[in-house]
């Protein structure tokens, strides 16, 4: 989670709460002076813009989006907000032409850039603008669409629009069909409180921005619809590569803070509620569970939560990440599940590529771990400087590494450890310059807690090495799984592995890591807890920008192609191939087991709720049910073409899109003929119909009673 850079105390002048175009210049240059909110990064900043690994590549010239003004558009004064009948426009004017720029230098700060927005003939004055997400920013170039918030109340008091004082406007990163959000919370709203979401034109100082959709934010306008009061506290549960948000039970109170984000007044006795559900999820036998939890836990709406991103095989699920979502305690100290982004759903794309394949492990740019293993891995280990191991230098290097994450001399590393620690046997290449927040110039962006390889690396390679599946490591277990590998991979049985065997053979049984906002991914996505041995997954996967973002600095043809964005992004710009495992039990994406996560005692959610029969067995008439009337191509097949024909001349315009109008038309329901087992993508039709067999098929459904 990362720490928001406070500077609106430390340059609001008048004191007014908010920074004026004088206070925030000066707020602009103290961050340029301390190199501040740059190792949070944009594509395209110069010398100090830089990504996770290395120094952004050069881009390409952004595409100019065409004039428009309020008289050219339809007005909808008296359609609601949310109405999926209609695209509304929305026009900002901001009073500096570097408007761009400015957000992006005050991206994860307490600072809002206000701009009037006109909507439907009537104008808003100050309202606030900051840029939104993580993968989303980080992932797209200057400009290009990203996603922002727009808050209505930030100066003038209930100031709203249509009834609501916040809007999230989502470029939607990673889903050329514009329709995943919106279709996945329409599922979403037949079972639990959920956004509501639709699509927008943005017009930003006259130059229109596209297609966005539009996301109901989760305040008290959001609280108010669905429970009927505003009272209460709220949760943000943010996403992370190892999200550690899922409700475990930790001794130390502190500890909640560093993981919850609290969104309502930062009330002692809502955290002290908060530390209570956790205990009594966490601890509670198992025959006592249900009782024990009802009275703080809407039970029920949870297995709905969690059977709704199963069906959908969101890639920021609660299964996967143990985070990504909203907590709301109502005002009788009931604690709900809310869903928080919905974009990763209906994974098209597929997963990385295996060996051989075009942008796959064995490709020619494809980033993989077992490159970045492999020369870690001999350098640490080749005492002798020959360029290539013995089975004792390996297994040496196995006993070493165990001696360095065992910090605790227990003998035995939780999953946790394990990733918290491998930072020390997997350093982050270090940028030239400090790009730490204020305070913290030393620092480096790789440092622990902060971005690196380890990071992303770390959760595929545990469940590498975990080889009984306990969710535990140790030390001769570790030893034992590298005395296997290296007997598999001398092929030769010269008694040594190179670099090569050793990417090669690395490359096999590390799975590819889900990085950042979606199937093609970025940095922050980290542990899916998609896919498993033996199954190709169609799930999430890096595509596109994997082998540009992460590979080391000096990788090029490897991990960032040079040149333009477009030939970074490879030749058909698409995910880096099919297939290959992912991290967790069962297949991934169309082939996602429905009790995934069922044994991780890091997502007690799942491990315990669904360890109740009567629990597990409600969840799985949950996935049924949904299954049977949701993944009906005659039923959403019908919705999801309404939404695109009502946005698609739009799209065909639309200069900043991050997709092509090819991918886009492609996206719903096109025939992939012979050869779709092996292209990148699949249809949102093709998943929805694969996924509706797998569930239906899967036994623990199938022998349900009705």
Not at 97 to 105: H, I, T
Not at 412 to 421: S, W, Y
Not at 477 to 504: I, M, P, R, Y
């Amino acid at each position: 989670m990362h720490q928001e850079i406070k500077l609106v105390e430390m340059f609001d002048k008048d004191g007014n709460g908010w920074l004026n175009a004088e206070e925030r210049k000066a707020a602009r240059q103290y961050m340029a002076n301390q190199g501040a909110g740059r190792w949070f990064g944009g594509p395209g900043r110069g010398p100090r813009g830089f990504g996770p690994f290395g120094p952004r590549q050069e881009q390409a010239q952004p595409k100019k989006g065409i004039a428009l003004s309020p008289s050219e558009v339809k007005w909808y004064a008296d359609v609601p907000l949310y109405s999926p009948d209609v695209l509304r426009t929305l026009f900002l004017e901001f009073e500096n032409a570097d408007w761009e720029q400015e957000l992006a230098d005050f991206k994860n700060t307490d600072v809002q850039v206000p701009a009037r927005l006109v909507v439907d003939g009537k104008s808003y004055r100050h309202v606030g603008v900051h840029f939104h997400g993580t993968s989303s920013f980080m992932g797209v170039p200057d400009g290009s669409k990203r996603s922002l918030v727009l808050t209505l109340d930030f100066i003038h008091r209930n100031q709203n629009l249509g009834g609501y004082r916040k809007l999230i406007l989502l470029n939607s990163h990673e889903d050329p069909s514009f329709l995943r959000t919106v279709l996945a919370f329409e599922i979403a709203r037949d079972y639990i409180p959920a956004p509501k979401a639709n699509h927008v034109r943005l017009v930003i100082n006259g130059e229109s921005w596209g297609v966005y959709v539009n996301q109901q934010f989760f305040n008290k306008d959001f609280v108010r619809e669905w429970f009927g009061t505003t009272k209460g506290a709220r949760w943000k549960v943010p996403g992370s590569p190892n999200g550690r948000g899922g409700l475990n039970y930790i001794e130390d109170p502190s500890a909640y803070r560093r993981i919850y984000e609290i969104k309502s007044n930062d009330d002692p006795k809502a955290w002290a509620e908060l530390v209570n559900l956790c205990k009594v999820l966490t601890l509670t036998p198992l025959e006592q569970l249900e009782d024990a939890l009802n009275p703080l836990l809407d039970i029920d709406a949870a297995l709905r939560f969690l059977a709704w991103e199963n069906v959908i095989a969101s890639g920021d699920a609660y299964y996967a990440r143990a985070s990504d979502y909203n907590l709301y305690k109502d005002d009788r100290g009931r604690f709900h599940i809310i869903p928080y982004d919905a974009n990763e759903s209906f994974p098209t794309r597929r997963g990385p590529g295996g060996p051989g394949r075009p942008f796959g492990p064995g490709g020619p740019r494809g980033f993989s771990p077992g490159m970045l293993l492999a020369q870690q891995i001999l350098s640490q280990a080749d005492s002798n400087s020959d360029a290539q191991l013995s089975k004792e230098e390996f297994l040496t290097l196995a006993g070493a590494w165990f001696d360095k994450l065992d910090k605790e001399k227990k003998e035995n590393l939780t999953q946790q450890q394990f990733i918290e620690n491998f930072a020390e046997l997997l350093p982050a290449p270090q940028p030239q310059t400090g790009l730490g927040p204020p305070g913290a110039q030393g620092e480096r962006a790789g440092q622990r807690g902060q971005f690196g390889p380890a990071r992303f690396i770390a959760p595929g390679l545990f469940a590498a090495v975990d080889a009984n599946k306990d969710n535990s490591l140790s030390r001769s277990e570790l030893s034992e799984v590298f005395a296997k590998w290296f007997d598999q991979w001398d092929t030769t049985k010269t008694g040594k592995l190179n670099a090569e065997t050793l990417q090669t053979g690395l490359s096999a049984v590390v799975p590819q890591p889900g990085f950042g906002g979606g199937p093609r991914g970025d940095f922050q996505r980290g542990f899916r807890g998609q896919g498993g041995p033996g199954e190709q997954g169609s799930g999430p996967g890096p595509g596109r920008d994997a082998g540009a973002r992460f590979g080391p600095p000096g990788m090029d043809g490897q991990g960032a192609s040079p040149g333009a964005v477009e030939r970074r992004f490879g030749p058909d710009r698409r995910g880096f191939g099919p297939g290959g495992p992912g991290f967790g039990p069962g297949g991934g994406g169309a082939n996602l087991d429905p009790l995934v996560a069922v044994n991780d005692p890091n997502k007690p959610l799942c491990s315990r709720l669904l360890a109740v029969p009567a629990l597990r067995a409600r969840y799985l008439a949950y996935v049924r049910d949904m299954a049977e009337k949701w993944l009906d191509w005659n039923r959403l097949g019908p919705l999801a073409k309404k939404y695109h024909d009502l946005i698609a001349e739009d799209v065909k315009l639309d200069a900043k899109k991050l997709d092509t109008y090819e991918d886009f038309e492609r996206s719903l329901s096109e025939n992939e003929g012979p050869n779709a087992g092996t292209g990148a993508t699949i249809s949102l039709k093709s998943f929805v119909e694969q996924r509706r067999a797998f569930l239906l098929n899967h036994e623990a459904i199938k022998n349900l009673p009705r």
